[in-house]
């Protein structure tokens, strides 16, 4: 089950893959969060998997896996927490063809942390489809779910909004979405929208992306097909937990399902 214990106050190993050290990438996001007296989400990030979690000591060092990592930094630049993605995006639909696991390595740990703005849960994008995962989550406290991601075209204009719209409503959560938009290569491209849900599903900011600019971003250029919008962008909103304990009182979800459980297992 998920908890903040083993993640307060932790560092996150940060090793080398093909000979590159991905230290300076989180180096330098806890010197952002400290200068601007932030605190931040950082994620996906490639960190190497430590000798002690490798299948075989013997692996050769160009064919051991990484993990998909989301950190959070508080605003004196030190790392509160760290999630290693879980469900890793193995697909094969018209349009998107893309095996993660060749590179990446599962993670085996929800995790839920403390910050100024509520408990926050650590996931990673395609984690989004798996609503059981954040089940767990909330009933660990969660009242922020955070998604970072980096969706597909194809898959971003028929699920994005949609999963991630489920995720508020089921959790009665606040649901941040930061997302990649724009051309990556020759044969990637990220449908972006940056959002923020709600714990009623409303949506109350959306930098927008491939299919339009949603309710905050700005079109960049109609001939620019890298990138549709303006990157980067800033989008904001209020966590108001008070709204937040309001809805759950009003319409006790969590209670019920457990109410459900209890009643499914005593009919076993």
């Given at each position: 089950m998920p908890g903040d214990d083993m993640n307060t106050n932790v560092d996150v190993k940060i090793g080398e893959?093909?000979?590159?050290?991905?230290?300076?990438?989180?180096?330098?996001?806890?010197?952002?969060?400290?200068?601007?007296k932030l605190w931040i989400s950082g994620g996906g990030v490639h960190t190497a998997v430590p000798q002690s979690d490798l299948v075989a000591s013997t692996t050769p060092p160009n064919e051991r896996k990484i993990y998909n990592t989301h950190v959070i930094i508080d605003s004196d630049g030190q790392i509160k927490a760290y999630y290693h993605k879980i469900h890793l995006f193995d697909v094969s639909v018209p349009g998107v063809n893309l095996r993660e696991s060749k590179t990446t390595a599962p993670g085996k740990q929800l995790v839920v942390c403390d910050s100024p703005v509520g408990k926050l849960a650590l996931t990673i994008c395609y984690d989004m489809r798996f609503s059981e995962m954040y089940v767990d989550l909330v009933q660990s406290g969660a009242e922020v779910l955070l998604m970072p991601s980096a969706f597909t075209v194809p898959t971003g204009k028929a699920h994005w909004h949609a999963l991630l719209r489920a995720r508020a409503i089921e959790g009665q959560c606040y649901v941040l979405a930061a997302a990649q938009?724009?051309?990556?290569?020759?044969?990637?491209?990220?449908?972006?929208?940056?959002?923020?849900?709600?714990?009623?599903?409303?949506?109350?900011?959306?930098?927008?992306?491939y299919d339009g600019k949603g309710l905050s971003g700005v079109i960049e250029s109609q001939q620019d097909e890298s990138s549709p919008v303006r990157v980067p962008s800033i989008i904001m909103s209020e966590i108001d937990l008070d709204k937040l304990a309001s809805i759950r009182e009003r319409m006790p979800i969590q209670q019920h399902r457990n109410n459900y459980i209890h009643s499914r297992e005593g009919n076993k």
């Open positions: 893959a093909d000979g590159q050290s991905f230290t300076s990438i989180i180096e330098e996001l806890r010197f952002i969060a400290c200068e601007a938009v724009g051309q990556h290569s020759e044969k990637r491209q990220s449908y972006g929208h940056s959002v923020v849900y709600d714990p009623w599903g409303q949506l109350v900011a959306d930098a927008g992306g």
